[in-house]
């Protein structure tokens, strides 16, 4: 018997804010077949699994996908679930096909490593109920999985052994296609010329077919085979200089893209500059007329700030978290429940009657609908997306990041400069930070090390829960202020390695 802690020890492959991460070649069919197995496991003891299933399985466009999708498969069809194999789709589209593409709701599993590199993966586990939490992620960790003789030496399977997944099935995508197009009034994006840079993310068709199936003329732009890692978080240089130019090269009225598994967005105005993701977030859940929302800590204080929402509740950095407060604003009694996230990630709750028909709840994050929503709202009010942004509070994110810098190192740096700032000691950040930014007021510690100077400016610390990065988030009254603070301790944490 093998215990899933364990193994998350052993393999370097574990949880971080969303599904369990790793190096591919860390993520072995052994590792993988038994991190499944024990989801599973989990699920029957939570009594979300009885039958044969099925339980729908997908995949994003990096090169290791297919043989991670095949590896867990084998350990559904070898727990006795038959499975949906829903291809290359969007982990949105593939939580959507769980919750409402059966009889009953049904797990779903997706594999991707969302943003991060190519050299790593990672799978996203849903159970019937929707993404699984922090509670299930224990869960899981503490089940004890028996594996059959079917790996050799490496993890890897022996050359007799059937993991070859079910034919394709269409079903996911055609509804989540149709979540879009059957909720949202016919030809609402008349008239707009939309360019989807599609780059290698997985949805990149889905989401020409959902804009130009609701009215828009649609530019597939910088479609690549090769895996693109773009993060919608610290948006690359070469993307923050390339989108002007297609909007003026293609006439476009924005352009639209998302992350690799297609479950963050990136939605820019009609100069071709990209809207951070908390502020997108304020004008799709006003759109939408939330009165509950829920965001992480990381997020802009926009969302107070700006006076449109009954209840706003901040969390931890992560999607579970987020989810788990969205379901805490429900139960209060909140009519219209959203969440969105600084990289862009929108959550749904509650079901949102829209005219046509009704978008039906689907809390994990989806990038269409920030798509939707920010182009609908300026059109609704006849304005163009940038003076739609402009009626919003001044005040700006911006974040960098340090690639392969390890986790442990960045905590313990993040940990040094909050010793004692819980009894009001700023010295440690003071003596880093005083010169440039002034007097440090108060910390926030919820995750990670968030730093309000006397100044109202913001700096914010934190180690990624994804892949090691140490990441640094800024908000300030002006957007080149924002971009500066980032650019300086971007700077300062280099000398951190």
Known sequence: MLRIDDLMDESNVRFGTSGARGLATDMTDLVCYAYTAGFLQHCENCGELHGSGPIAVAGDLRPSTGRIMAAVGKAVRDRGYDVEN???????AVAAYGLYGFEGAAPAIMVTGSHIPADRNGIKYNKATGEILKADEAGIREQKVRLPEIFDAAGGFCTDIDS??????????????NRYVQAFPRD????LRLGVYGHSAVGRDLLAEIYEGLGAKVARIGWTEEFVAVDTEAIRPEDVAAAPKWVEEHCLDAVVSTDGDSDRPLVSDENGKWLRGDVAGVLVASFLGADGVAVPVSCNSVAEKCGLFAEVTRTRIGSPFVIEALQELERKGRRCVVGYEANGGFLLQTDVALGCGVLRSLP???AVLVHLGVLLAAKDKGKTVSALVAELPPRFTFSERLTRFPIAQSSAKIAELGTGTGEGNFAAIDALLAEEFGKAVATDQTDGLRITFASGEVVHFR???NAPELRCYSEADTEARAVEIATVCRGMMEGWR
């Open 364 to 366: 994990t994050r989806d």
């Open 188 to 191: 609402c994006l008349a008239g």
């Open 86 to 92: 829903c291809g290359r789709v969007p982990s949105p």
């Open 463 to 465: 180690p990624s829960g």
């Open 164 to 177: 070859d997944l079910p034919p394709v099935s269409h079903a996911a995508a055609k509804l989540y296609v």
